[in-house]
């Protein structure tokens, strides 16, 4: 097998699969050398990133976790519709705006937890606290947020903090193509050919165990 066909084979994997492959799993897979493998799947997630031009509209659900703050639409009968990732240093105001910022419409209802970060964005943002009663008032998101973190148990190794952000992109990526599969490796394609060419200089290298 050619290396452009191990690029294309290597595009489909992790546009179209329910769970991605670790670049470990994907070197093997494709008689590769891991960071080969690392390198070119970090191309991929770049091309993955949110344009950020369509911000969520109806009802969304924001939840905190470890390290990330998650927003989801919802659909009229409660179904996913969008689910957007951002990660973040800690639980301020200041953190949790960053989905808000770039994924929220301002005239949007949303519905959070009753964690205090969140009043001073109220001026900003049509915000509705209510209680977690153990996840049952937020069960669609805490699907995803499960999802969430299944994933990223299945990658071996760790995943540093300057590229958690990539892995986030790619998972919201699948979700919210999940219902247009037969078009996903096609578009992923073709976001990568006008994507900005990625030089890995400095700041990307790594020792293997930031490396997923």
Same mark, same amino acid.
């Given at each position: 097998m050619d290396?452009?066909? /191990? &690029?294309?084979r290597i595009v489909f994997e992790m546009s179209t699969s329910s769970k991605s492959i670790s670049s470990i799993q994907m070197g093997k897979r494709f008689d590769l050398r891991q960071g080969t493998a690392w390198y070119f799947m970090q191309k991929v997630r /770049?091309?993955? /990133?949110?344009?950020?031009k369509h911000p969520l509209a109806s009802l969304v659900h924001v939840d905190e976790e470890k390290k990330a703050v998650i927003a989801v639409e919802l659909t009229t009968d409660k179904k996913i519709k969008r689910a957007y990732v951002k990660s973040f240093e800690d639980y301020s105001s200041k953190s949790l705006a960053k989905i808000f910022d770039t994924h929220i419409s301002e005239h949007t209802a949303v519905v959070t937890d009753k964690w205090r970060g969140y009043e001073p964005l109220k001026k900003i943002y049509n915000i509705e606290q209510k209680l977690s009663n153990n996840g049952a008032n937020f069960n669609e998101l805490h699907i995803v947020i499960i999802q969430l973190k299944s994933w990223i148990r299945t990658i071996p190794t760790h995943i540093s903090k300057f590229h958690i952000q990539s892995y986030f992109d790619e998972f919201c990526y699948r979700i919210?193509?999940?219902? &247009? /599969?037969?078009s996903i490796f096609h578009k992923t394609i073709e976001r990568m050919v006008i994507h900005k060419p990625i030089i890995y200089h400095k700041k990307y290298k790594t020792d293997n165990k930031c490396i997923a």
């Open positions: 290396n452009l066909h /191990k &690029a294309f /770049k091309s993955m /990133k949110s344009s950020e919210n193509r999940s219902q &247009a /599969k037969h």
